[in-house]
């Protein structure tokens, strides 16, 4: 590591370490930025099939959607509630917007890009956005329409790893708050990370499970 000289006292010279910026001097944050594409690829892929689904719908009525597997299982059976157009419009137009985020901000910092704090603060805010409507979408699917779509599920499954990524890296990195406790507590949780993934996960498979207890079987069968 450098030294800087920062002055001096009686004839003798002084040298500190330079003080490092998270934001500004931290690596490459190369792990994070291969979540974002990953996630937010398939998460785009899933919800852009849903589309493509629901516009061939509209073109044929006769047309069978890939996604309608049974009647449990099923995104058309979907497609016709308020829930599936929160906003006045499908919900998957959301997701083939707002996921082209997290990819352009993947490969950005694979190029060595550098964001400042507010920047930081918008993108960590619209994502736990997009959990939130995630969980507000699990919840209704499974509680009040009783069907799954598993175009839905992907982009699910997709935006949970994400969320919990960005959150803990963001802690850790310093790139929200100038906090040593925050960032000792990202830093000590961030090689774990995996844990809350699975399991937010592992209560949304339970969930469904409970609610659906014949859904292997007609899986299966």
Same mark, same amino acid.
């Not at 003080?19 to 974002?36: C, E, K």
């Not at 073109?59 to 599936?84: F, H, K, R």
């Not at 969980?135 to 009040?144: G, H, T």
């Given at each position: 590591?450098?030294?800087?000289?920062?002055?001096?006292?009686?004839?003798?010279?002084?040298?500190?370490?330079?003080?490092?910026?998270?934001?500004?001097?931290?690596?490459?944050?190369?792990?994070?930025?291969?979540?974002?594409?990953?996630?937010?690829?398939?998460?785009?892929?899933?919800?852009?099939?849903?589309?493509?689904?629901?516009?061939?719908?509209?073109?044929?009525?006769?047309?069978?959607?890939?996604?309608?597997?049974?009647?449990?299982?099923?995104?058309?059976?979907?497609?016709?509630?308020?829930?599936?157009?929160?906003?006045?419009?499908?919900?998957?137009?959301?997701?083939?917007?707002?996921?082209?985020?997290?990819?352009?901000?993947?490969?950005?910092?694979? /190029?060595?890009?550098?964001?400042?704090? #507010?920047?930081?603060?918008?993108?960590? @805010?619209? +994502?736990?956005? $997009?959990? &939130?409507? *995630?969980?507000?979408?699990?919840?209704?699917?499974?509680?009040?329409?009783?069907?799954?779509?598993?175009?839905?599920?992907?982009?699910?499954?997709?935006?949970?790893?994400?969320?919990?990524?960005?959150?803990?890296?963001?802690?850790?990195?310093?790139?929200?708050?100038?906090?040593?406790?925050?960032?000792?507590?990202? /830093?000590?949780?961030?090689?774990?990370? #995996?844990?809350?993934?699975?399991?937010? @996960?592992? +209560?949304?498979? $339970?969930? &469904?499970? *409970?609610?659906?207890?014949?859904?292997?079987?007609?899986?299966?069968?």
């Amino acid at each position: 590591m450098a030294f800087t000289c920062r002055g001096h006292n009686r004839g003798v010279t002084v040298f500190t370490a330079p003080v490092l910026h998270p934001t500004t001097d931290a690596r490459r944050p190369l792990g994070l930025a291969l979540v974002l594409i990953v996630t937010g690829a398939v998460g785009w892929y899933g919800a852009m099939s849903l589309i493509i689904e629901r516009v061939r719908s509209l073109l044929d009525p006769e047309y069978v959607l890939n996604c309608d597997v049974n009647p449990l299982v099923s995104c058309g059976n979907i497609m016709g509630t308020w829930q599936a157009s929160l906003l006045g419009f499908p919900n998957p137009l959301l997701g083939v917007a707002g996921l082209v985020a997290p990819i352009a901000v993947g490969v950005a910092l694979l /190029a060595g890009a550098r964001f400042a704090r #507010w920047f930081w603060w918008s993108f960590v @805010i619209g +994502v736990t956005g $997009a959990f &939130i409507f *995630v969980l507000w979408l699990v919840d209704q699917a499974v509680f009040q329409i009783g069907v799954l779509c598993p175009w839905c599920m992907l982009v699910w499954v997709m935006v949970i790893p994400m969320f919990w990524v960005l959150l803990t890296w963001s802690l850790a990195a310093g790139v929200l708050v100038d906090s040593a406790r925050a960032q000792r507590f990202g /830093a000590m949780m961030l090689p774990f990370v #995996w844990v809350p993934i699975l399991a937010t @996960i592992v +209560v949304i498979a $339970a969930l &469904i499970v *409970v609610q659906f207890p014949t859904l292997i079987s007609v899986l299966l069968g």
